[in-house]
C-alpha cells in the first residue's frame, strides 16, 4: 500500500509538470478528476447547497487552468483543498456583499461567517475594523507573510521569493501571527 502512494504521488507530481509546461487539458482532468469528490465536499461545506457546489466544482476547475501554469504546487490534494475553501469564502463574500476573512480552518473567523449574516452592518464593520487594527499590531514579519498567504493566497515558496524569509522562517511567522491575531481578537 506505502509503494502504491508512493507511486500516486510521483504521478501526480509528474501529471503537475507536464501540465505546467504544455497546457494541456486532458492532463489536468486526469489530475482533477481523484479530487473532485474532495472540492463537492469542501463546496457543500460552506455553500451549503448542491447545485452551487456543482457549479463551484467546474468553476475551479476553470480557475485551475490559469493557476496551474504559475503556481508552484509541492502537494496538489493541500493546495487544492485550500484553494477550494477559498473559492467558497469568495462566492459567500460576494453573495452576501461583506467582507469575512478566513484564517483557519474551524477558526473563530470561519465561525462568524454564519453570524455575520444576522450583524447589522455596523456591527460587521466594527468587527473588520477590529480584525484589520489587530493585524497591525502583529510584527512586520507577521503581518506581512499572514497578509500573502491569506489575502493574497500565495504558497509559502512564493512568500519566500518575495519577501526574502527563509522557507521555515515563513511558516513560523504565518502560523505565530495566526495565533497573535486570534489571541488580539478574543480580546477585544
Known amino acids: 500500500m506505502a509503494f502504491q502512494k508512493r507511486v500516486e504521488k510521483h504521478n501526480e507530481a509528474d501529471l503537475l509538470s507536464r501540465y505546467k509546461s504544455t497546457g494541456e487539458l486532458h492532463i489536468l482532468g486526469v489530475l482533477y478528476e481523484p479530487y473532485m469528490p474532495l472540492v463537492y465536499g469542501v463546496c457543500l461545506k460552506y455553500l451549503k447547497d448542491e447545485a452551487r457546489s456543482e457549479d463551484a466544482v467546474m468553476q475551479i476547475f476553470e480557475q485551475l487552468i490559469q493557476k496551474l501554469r504559475i503556481h508552484t504546487v509541492n502537494n496538489f490534494k493541500s493546495w487544492l483543498y485550500s484553494f477550494a475553501r477559498n473559492y467558497c469564502l469568495m462566492e459567500l463574500r460576494a ?7 478566513s484564517i483557519e480552518e474551524n477558526s473563530f473567523m470561519e465561525n462568524e461567517l ?8 455596523d456591527m460587521l464593520e466594527s468587527k473588520l475594523t477590529q480584525m484589520e487594527k489587530c493585524l497591525e499590531q ?3 514579519e507577521q503581518r506581512e507573510c499572514v497578509r500573502l498567504f491569506y489575502l493574497d493566497q500565495k504558497c509559502y515558496k512564493e512568500i519566500s521569493d518575495l519577501t526574502g524569509y527563509d522557507l ?4 513560523s511567522y504565518i502560523q505565530n501571527g495566526k495565533r497573535n491575531l486570534k489571541i488580539c481578537m478574543e480580546k477585544k
Open 95 to 101: 453573495a452576501n456583499k461583506e467582507t469575512t476573512i
Open 168 to 171: 521555515s522562517k515563513v511558516k
Open 138 to 140: 502583529l510584527n512586520m
Open 114 to 121: 454564519v453570524e455575520h449574516q444576522f450583524l447589522g452592518e
